[in-house]
């Protein structure tokens, strides 16, 4: 089993930066997809970025493509989303999460921080 802790949401306004980390604990985090995922009001949760477990295959949604860059530390057990060029639209809870399976599906993921509120000023 695989926790996971999210850090690094705040307020920034659009056209800024920010970067997203999460911490997983457990001695197979190294073998996990890892995904971000994001939530806006009224919304359903949608995939942001899946990341493989060697870090070398990553698949973006086309909305966060080009703008959003996920990374993994496979020794620091961390996965970050750098965001860069932000949008109001991109004001959502934004989660990671462990899948055994390469696939953008929330249902097919496990294991789930508790989120991270990102919101974007317009």
């Known amino acids: 089993h695989v926790q996971l802790v999210e850090s690094g949401g705040g307020l920034v306004q659009a056209g800024g930066s920010l970067r997203l980390s999460c911490a997983a604990s457990?001695?197979?985090?190294?073998?996990?997809?890892m995904g971000w995922f994001r939530q806006a009001p009224g919304k359903e949760r949608e995939y942001v970025v899946v990341i493989n477990w060697s870090g070398d295959s990553t698949y973006y949604a086309d909305s966060v493509k080009g703008r959003f860059t996920i990374s993994r530390d496979n020794a620091k057990n961390t996965v970050n989303l750098q965001m860069n060029r932000v949008k109001p639209e991109d004001t959502a809870v934004y989660y990671c999460?462990?899948?055994?399976?390469?696939?953008?599906?929330?249902?097919?993921?496990?294991?789930w921080g508790q989120g991270t509120q990102v919101t974007v000023s317009s």
């Open positions: 999460a462990v899948s055994t399976r390469w696939s953008i599906r929330p249902e097919d993921f496990g294991s």
């Open positions: 457990g001695s197979t985090y190294w073998s996990y997809v």
